[in-house]
């Protein structure tokens, strides 16, 4: 097969809406954290169905001061899966915690459960579950874990105290869109952060959320403030609020952080919140699209919707279910990355494929390199031989192309490519 197209990995979808949007802020003369951002924490909340959201400039950020809002600090332990990217863990570390790290499971891209209840401590404040790829986790598992383990649990402050258990906050950078037994990721866990960041299937070029349940006893609004405070250096008023007359005064009560998203931001995300359910609608398609087109390969593809089978008929025989909990649950991805595990390979064969697919103009990647294999992490004391499940979904996974940017023509070279590569 010679080389035909260029095809990039995640290229953001921008179209003349966005544009648009971002031109009418910039003439606007207000350009920075403003009514558009204020809309848009307000669309988002009611799209996910939860009781708030606060807009950040990263999930990072949004996960980080989810940390600090529910008071997780020095001395406090949280669990997080070896198989994912280092913002999920990195934020743990920035608050002063203790980072543990639980495998995922056997064949599975998900968290062990199983794991996480054996790792849990009267230290324990929080469980970071990652929706890895827009597939969201068992959060009946991750509560009745939680409520089972109660009596360890150590309050400290007002909000851990009304919760009264692990705190789940879930890094659901993938998960933007997708729901399980027909709740939205979003409303699921304790609080949810979200991606924005220019690969993902919904953004604002950098940026985040943080959205999440209203916990009995405590205000809605008051977890609001926090976020906002925490967001931008501990002041008491936004800029906007200080532009009204008279009310240029405020108070510092707190040395905080900066990290708040601007209106250009906020502009392209509403934009993006019309187009939201075709682009969804449209990764479907291409999924479906892959996986009947590697049926005859030796490979297993994350399932990212629970009727897949039906719609897939014989090639739905290569599908590797990710949650793996038995449940049978109804489940929809949000379809953000394709996941391709090559039956009985090596490191080395899974290196030697994406070469060949770059060379025939197919940009691929790896979902994930686990963390217990970066420096950092083993500097923290992990050793990936504690990790074999993580280790080998990572020996030979490649992930292929997965954007709304993509024409039908180029799945099809995409499939091509990828049969002529691992079959040739």
Same mark, same amino acid.
């Given at each position: 097969?010679?080389?035909?197209? !260029?095809?990039?990995?995640?290229?953001?979808?921008?179209?003349?809406?966005?544009?648009?949007?971002?031109?009418?802020?910039?003439?606007?003369?207000?350009?920075?954290?403003?009514?558009?951002?204020?809309?848009?924490?307000?669309?988002?909340?009611?799209?996910?169905?939860?009781?708030?959201?606060?807009?950040?400039?990263?999930?990072?950020?949004?996960?980080?001061?989810?940390?600090?809002?529910?008071?997780?600090?020095?001395?406090?332990?949280?669990?997080?899966?070896?198989?994912?990217?280092?913002?999920?863990?990195?934020?743990?570390?920035?608050?002063?915690?203790?980072?543990?790290?639980?495998?995922?499971?056997?064949?599975?891209?998900?968290?062990?459960?199983?794991?996480?209840?054996?790792?849990?401590?009267?230290?324990?404040?929080?469980?970071?579950?990652?929706?890895?790829?827009?597939?969201?986790?068992?959060?009946?598992?991750?509560?009745?874990?939680?409520?089972?383990?109660?009596?360890?649990?150590?309050?400290?402050?007002?909000?851990?105290?009304?919760?009264?258990?692990?705190?789940?906050?879930?890094?659901?950078?993938?998960?933007?869109?997708?729901?399980?037994?027909?709740?939205?990721?979003?409303?699921?866990?304790?609080?949810?952060?979200?991606?924005?960041?220019?690969?993902?299937?919904?953004?604002?070029?950098?940026?985040?959320?943080?959205?999440?349940?209203?916990?009995?006893?405590?205000? !809605?609004?008051?977890?609001?403030?926090?976020?906002?405070?925490?967001?931008?250096?501990?002041?008491?008023?936004?800029?906007?609020?200080?532009?009204?007359?008279?009310?240029?005064?405020?108070?510092?009560?707190?040395?905080?952080?900066?990290?708040?998203?601007?209106?250009?931001?906020?502009?392209?995300?509403?934009?993006?919140?019309?187009?939201?359910?075709?682009?969804?609608?449209?990764?479907?398609?291409?999924?479906?699209?892959?996986?009947?087109?590697?049926? !005859?390969?030796?490979?297993?593809?994350?399932?990212?919707?629970?009727?897949?089978?039906?719609?897939?008929?014989?090639?739905?025989?290569?599908?590797?279910?990710?949650?793996?909990?038995?449940?049978?649950?109804?489940?929809?991805?949000?379809?953000?990355?394709?996941?391709?595990?090559?039956?009985?390979?090596?490191?080395?064969?899974?290196?030697?494929?994406?070469?060949?697919?770059?060379?025939?103009?197919?940009?691929?990647?790896?979902?994930?390199?686990?963390?217990?294999?970066?420096?950092?992490?083993?500097?923290?004391?992990?050793?990936?031989?504690?990790?074999?499940?993580?280790?080998?979904?990572?020996?030979?996974?490649?992930?292929?192309?997965?954007?709304?940017?993509?024409?039908?023509?180029?799945?099809?070279?995409?499939?091509?490519?990828?049969?002529?590569?691992?079959?040739?």
């Amino acid at each position: 097969m010679e080389k035909t197209m !260029d095809i990039r990995f995640s290229p953001p979808d921008i179209t003349e809406e966005e544009i648009q949007a971002v031109a009418e802020v910039m003439r606007s003369g207000w350009i920075t954290t403003g009514p558009k951002t204020k809309q848009l924490e307000k669309e988002i909340a009611a799209y996910v169905h939860s009781a708030g959201c606060a807009c950040l400039n990263s999930e990072t950020a949004a996960l980080e001061c989810a940390l600090r809002v529910c008071g997780i600090g020095e001395g406090d332990e949280v669990i997080v899966p070896a198989y994912t990217y280092t913002a999920s863990a990195s934020v743990v570390c920035h608050v002063g915690a203790k980072l543990v790290l639980v495998d995922i499971a056997k064949d599975s891209f998900h968290i062990d459960y199983d794991a996480v209840e054996a790792a849990v401590t009267e230290n324990t404040k929080a469980i970071i579950p990652v929706d890895i790829a827009g597939v969201m986790v068992d959060y009946d598992r991750l509560r009745t874990i939680a409520e089972a383990k109660k009596s360890l649990f150590r309050p400290s402050g007002d909000l851990q105290s009304a919760v009264g258990r692990i705190l789940i906050i879930t890094d659901s950078a993938h998960g933007f869109g997708a729901s399980r037994k027909g709740f939205m990721s979003g409303e699921c866990a304790d609080f949810t952060a979200y991606s924005f960041h220019a690969v993902k299937n919904f953004t604002t070029g950098e940026g985040g959320a943080i959205t999440w349940r209203h916990i009995d006893g405590i205000d !809605d609004a008051d977890i609001y403030k926090q976020f906002m405070l925490l967001s931008l250096h501990g002041q008491s008023k936004d800029a906007l609020a200080k532009t009204q007359l008279g009310a240029w005064e405020y108070d510092i009560v707190a040395p905080y952080y900066k990290c708040n998203m601007t209106d250009i931001m906020a502009a392209i995300g509403l934009a993006q919140m019309k187009r939201y359910p075709g682009m969804l609608a449209r990764r479907k398609h291409i999924i479906n699209e892959y996986t009947k087109g590697l049926a !005859d390969c030796n490979v297993k593809v994350l399932k990212h919707y629970s009727d897949q089978d039906e719609q897939l008929g014989s090639a739905s025989s290569i599908l590797l279910d990710s949650v793996d909990d038995g449940t049978g649950d109804e489940y929809v991805s949000s379809g953000h990355l394709y996941l391709v595990n090559l039956v009985g390979q090596t490191p080395e064969y899974r290196n030697e494929a994406i070469k060949k697919m770059a060379q025939l103009g197919v940009a691929t990647n790896v979902h994930y390199k686990p963390l217990p294999m970066h420096t950092a992490y083993k500097n923290l004391g992990f050793k990936i031989e504690d990790y074999p499940n993580a280790y080998e979904r990572y020996a030979n996974e490649i992930t292929l192309p997965l954007h709304t940017c993509l024409t039908d023509e180029e799945v099809e070279y995409v499939i091509a490519a990828f049969n002529s590569v691992v079959r040739g």
